[in-house]
Structures are given as C-alpha cells and as structure tokens.
C-alpha cells in the first residue's frame, strides 16, 4: 500500500524482470508490497509469484491472490523456501534493499533519529539482539568498528569511546538517550547526515544486513535459470559496491576466475554498466529515492 512505502524506479525494475507467460519469479523484499502488486498486475493466470519479508508488518499488508506465495523470513533463504514449495528454478529475482517508509516512520521501531523511542532497529522484531543491545555491550573497538564499516563515521573511536563512558554511568535506552551523547560532537551544518551514518551503521549490524545480502546474491546463481533476470536496487555504497562486484565477477569480493584459456569465468551478463537511477520527478515526490541504483542482469 502506498501510504506504508512508496516503492522506488517501480516501473523501472519490474520491466527489468521481462516476465513472460507461465512465468515464476520472486520479490525477496516485499516491504510495502508496490513492486509485488505491479508484479501481479502484469502476470497471467499461470505465473507464481514469491514475496518475502522477514518484517511481519508488512506482510500483513499482502494482496489475496493465489498465484502469490508469502514467506516470512530473510532473503538469504531464498533457496530453500522455493524448493520447499516444489520450484527447482526461477524466472526473475527483485530485491529492492531499502529500508521501508513504514519503518522509518513507526516511531516504536526506532529506526529513525527524528523521534523519541526504543533503539530497537530489528527489520525482524522476533530476532534477539537491538541496538541498544549493541551499544551497552559490545566493546569499544568493535563499535568503532561497525560505526567505519557500515556507516563510514568520520571520528568512530571517539564515537565509540562516548558511547563506552556514557554507559557506565547510565544504560543507553533511546534515540534521544543516544542522541544527546552525540550532540558535543555532531558537525555544524551536517548534524542530520552525520547522525544518519550513525543509524545506518547500528542497523546494519542489528539485522547482519551486509550478511544476509551476500549469502542471498551467492543464492541467485542456484535459484536462477539460465535466462533469469536479477534486478537489485541499492541504496548506499557498501550494498551497492557488493551487488556491482557479484554481477561482475560472481562473487562479492569481485575476484574476476579465468578458465585454462585465460577466458573469464562469470555467472552474469550485465544489462546495466551503468546503474539507473530515478528521475528528477520521482524524486521531488520520493526524496528516499535520490540515493536509489538499480542493476540489472542475466543468469548465463
């Protein structure tokens, strides 16, 4: 529904799929559910159509149609699941690896550094650890860690070191809790994108998304039949770095393999050699779009 997520480069990516008659594909993220309805609306009474999410909530928002299957679990299971309900190959995978709005907008979930709330940030709220779990336990270095890794911090030890000494005094619970301790060394002027950095590395972590992403694109090359498309929208530049070099090279670390011949050996056939991205309308309407990169090829 579009109130929950505005699904971004929609017309885009599911033309990206080619989908044919008597087709099955996959939408690994199925969020707010708009690439999975524009999906359903352009296959014919023979097609199948897997919807995962490992969110309940937004599952919960799924169509009724029966040539729909939904899964509540991370995409790095794709494999499984389909074989479970008795489909060896696939026509076409869609991951759009974005955060939804609904989650950044539930003030509860704790995504978001614009509200007062939990530090919660599990995309599954069955999983274990938060992120307040994190910075109350996880050490100084690897806070510094995962704040360079997967946000990129400027400053991460110092971060980190804050952290560290705020929580020996009192146990860091909320957004407004971290963001206090944050606030004597945000930088003028960029306040918002630095914190931002911040939050995305935490979630990150919380959801071992950089994880989950790799075992689920090493996945493709067994679900996907030859001729199947794989069509993945990134949002940052570690996701996308990772999708750019498996399309390339069949790996993530993109480690291009030779043959006897000294021929290339890769998987793919890349449409895309330059990403899409949306226009400037979509964006003045989606303002999450502006980072969005969509990538596209074809199982060899």
Known sequence: MESYHTPVLLEESVSALALSPGGVYADVTFGGGGHTREILSRLDSNSRLFAMDKDSDSLANAPQDKRLTLIHNNFRFLNNYIKFHGVQKLDGILADLGVSSHQFDTESRGFSFRF???????????????????????????????????????????????????????????????????????????????????????????????????????????????????????????????????????????????????????????????????????IASNTRARSAKLRIAIKN
Do not use: W
């Open 116 to 282: 007062d709330s939990p530090l919660d940030m599990r995309m599954n709220t069955l999983a274990k650890h938060t992120a307040a779990h994190i910075l109350n336990n996880y050490s100084q270095e690897d806070i510094s860690l995962i704040l360079y890794k997967y946000g990129e911090v400027d400053k991460s030890r110092k971060i980190a070191q804050l952290i560290c000494s705020q929580r020996e005094r009192v146990e860091i619970k909320t957004t407004t809790d971290l963001n206090k301790l944050l606030a004597p060394v945000l930088p003028k002027f960029s306040e918002h994108k630095y914190l931002a950095k911040i939050y995305q590395a935490l979630r990150i972590e919380v959801n071992s998304e950089m994880r989950a992403l790799e075992l689920f694109l090493e996945g493709t090359k067994e679900a996907l039949k030859p001729g199947g498309r794989l069509v993945v929208i990134t949002y940052h530049s570690l996701e996308d770095r990772m999708v750019k070099n498996f399309l390339r090279s069949g790996n993530t670390a993109g480690i291009i393999e030779k043959d006897l011949y000294g021929h290339f050996e890769t998987p793919f056939t890349i449409i895309t050699r330059k990403p899409i991205i949306p226009e400037e309308e979509e």
